[in-house]
Antibody, heavy 120, light 112 residues
Framework: QVQLVQSGAEVKKPGASVRVSCKAS????????INWVRQASGQGLEWMGW????????GYAQKFQGRFTMTRNISIATAYMELSSLKSDDTAVYYC?????????????WGQGTLVTVSS | QSVLTQPPSVSGAPGQRVTISCTGS?????????AHWYQQLPGTAPKLLIY???NRPSGVPDRFSGSKSGTSASLAINGLQAEDEGDYYC????????????FGAGTKVTVL
């Protein structure tokens, strides 16, 4: 069965960077884009960006351009997101999600989420 | 301010029917893009509930149904159950933004 398993919770200081991993299993990792979505406590879902694991091509939400990077290691079927220059309002749960495009793009499988806390 | 507008909350007694609206615009639903719905139960990750307006993934009960008309979409829950209590989000593609994928702000469903 399809699974996306994310790395554990992180606590970072303002100005630092954080990297979260998302390990895929149960399907061909290179065949589906991975997207990242975050959710601050008590708030809604916010789309951050997409990455094509086959080509490495990426697309970023305007809000995160410049300090958000997505990469992958195909050999271990793992996607990564890195967010730099962290601020307190980056405190949120970060989710990876697989994008299915048939019949239209939607997110059919999600990771369990990784809590990133930014605090001095 | 979300591109897609949902009511903050809806409620109903067990067994009742509730509906959640999701209002978009000419750059998303009105441009022909479909609605997708996600269920987020307390303390869990979102789960795909309905895709392409009215399709259920395997394992989703047929109590859940979706529809889309013009610039709006809706999710209906028939025979509301206590386990349905949680947050529901609509999502689509928007061609007016660099941010391709947009979510509604979410609707809290309370079972009375």
């Amino acid at each position: 069965q399809v699974q996306l398993v994310q790395s554990g919770a992180e606590v970072k200081k303002p100005g630092a960077s954080v990297r979260v991993s998302c390990k895929a299993s149960g399907y061909s990792f290179s065949s589906y884009d991975i997207n990242w979505v975050r959710q601050a406590s008590g708030q809604g879902l916010e789309w951050m960006g997409w990455m094509n694991p086959f080509s490495g091509n990426t697309g970023y939400a305007q809000k995160f351009q410049g300090r958000f990077t997505m990469t992958r290691n195909i050999s271990i079927a793992t996607a990564y997101m890195e967010l730099s220059s962290l601020k307190s309002d980056d405190t949120a749960v970060y989710y990876c999600a697989r994008r299915e495009v048939i019949p239209e793009p939607h997110f059919d499988y999600w990771g369990q989420g990784t809590l990133v806390t930014v605090s001095s | 301010q979300s591109v897609l507008t949902q009511p903050p909350s809806v409620s109903g007694a067990p067994g009742q029917r509730v509906t959640i609206s999701c209002t978009g615009s000419s750059s998303n639903f009105g441009a022909g893009y479909d609605a997708h719905w996600y269920q987020q139960l307390p303390g869990t990750a979102p789960k795909l509930l309905i895709y392409a307006s009215n399709n259920r993934p395997s394992g989703v009960p047929d109590r859940f149904s979706g529809s889309k008309s013009g610039t709006s979409a809706s999710l209906a829950i028939n025979g509301l159950q206590a386990e349905d209590e949680g947050d529901y989000y609509c999502q689509t593609y928007d061609n007016s933004l660099n941010d391709h994928y947009v979510f509604g702000a979410g609707t809290k469903v309370t079972v009375l």
